[in-house]
């Protein structure tokens, strides 16, 4: 497989062509070069990426980024590819997960991509994994809804799922305090009040932070999730304003 320089001109046409969301130029680029959809470029530190990858990079939310999701797996970009030269080796989906571009994940899923697929960012996980670890709520939920294994502790507190907390902490060996603290922890992150309540009965740690994160569970429950995140982000460099600012 051919891989690119990412200072190739190809490479920074076809990176424009998404990030503006360009049908037309993306398009002609598919017409003129032959198997693009399906090339690499290596980035700066010796890593290379798929031009999925270039889709779902950070933050997301390309202006059509479904619609090129959709032609380039039509013209043979693999949904299951992976990144190389880092420490994880993440698909697309896990890139969309850990965005919360969730129009873009359903593409990629209607596509092929595996919802089980390891190499994430969280814990070397799944992307299930990564949008519950980021927040990214709109995603997980439609990871759950394709079919996602749901059967960690923190999974199911962050998610609300109530009667699946309740099943999982009457597993053998019981989950340890530590157990219950961080899915506490990720109930508050996702606001779950209810789920929250439970596991403070049974002994979580009102205010324990698991060991990825310095938020107590307060923070978390304060904190904006990934998609409105990077929405005010974006509406910031703008040139949007809070009636908060003198």
């Known amino acids: 497989m051919e891989i690119l320089k990412h200072d190739d001109p190809l490479v920074i046409s076809f990176v424009r062509a998404v990030q503006t969301g360009n049908l037309d130029a993306l398009r002609r680029l598919l017409n003129e070069i032959p198997?693009?959809?399906?090339?690499?470029?290596?980035?700066?530190?010796?890593?290379?990426?798929?031009?999925?990858?270039?889709?779902?990079?950070?933050?997301?939310?390309?202006?059509?980024?479904?619609?090129?999701?959709?032609?380039?797996?039509?013209?043979?970009?693999?949904?299951?590819?992976?990144?190389?030269?880092?420490?994880?080796?993440?698909?697309?989906?896990?890139?969309a997960a850990s965005s919360d571009d969730a129009e873009v994940a359903a593409v990629l899923i209607d596509c092929g991509a595996d919802i089980e697929v390891l190499g994430g960012s969280i814990a070397g996980g799944t992307p299930l994994d990564n949008a519950v670890g980021y927040g990214c709520w709109n995603v997980a939920r439609l990871?759950?809804?394709?079919?996602?294994?749901?059967?960690?502790?923190?999974?199911?507190?962050?998610?609300?799922?109530?009667?699946?907390?309740?099943?999982?902490?009457?597993?053998?060996?019981?989950p340890t305090v530590r157990d219950m603290t961080e899915a506490f922890w990720q109930a508050c992150h996702g606001g779950q009040r209810r789920v929250a309540e439970y596991l403070l009965s049974y002994g979580a740690d009102i205010n324990g932070m698991p060991d990825y994160t310095d938020q107590t569970p307060l923070d978390a429950?304060?904190?904006?999730?990934?998609?409105?995140?990077?929405?005010?982000?974006?509406?910031?460099?703008?040139?949007?304003?809070?009636?908060?600012?003198?």
């Open 221 to 246: 429950a304060r904190s904006l999730d990934t998609r409105r995140d990077t929405l005010s982000s974006w509406l910031e460099s703008k040139g949007g304003k809070s009636s908060r600012q003198s």
């Open 143 to 174: 990871l759950v809804q394709r079919g996602a294994r749901v059967d960690k502790l923190w999974h199911a507190a962050a998610l609300g799922m109530m009667s699946l907390v309740e099943e999982l902490m009457t597993t053998n060996p019981a």
């Open 35 to 95: 198997g693009l959809a399906s090339k690499r470029a290596i980035d700066r530190k010796g890593g290379t990426r798929t031009t999925l990858h270039v889709v779902t990079d950070w933050p997301g939310y390309f202006p059509n980024g479904p619609m090129i999701a959709k032609m380039l797996m039509d013209a043979g970009a693999d949904p299951n590819a992976k990144a190389t030269g880092g420490t994880f080796s993440e698909t697309p989906l896990h890139w």
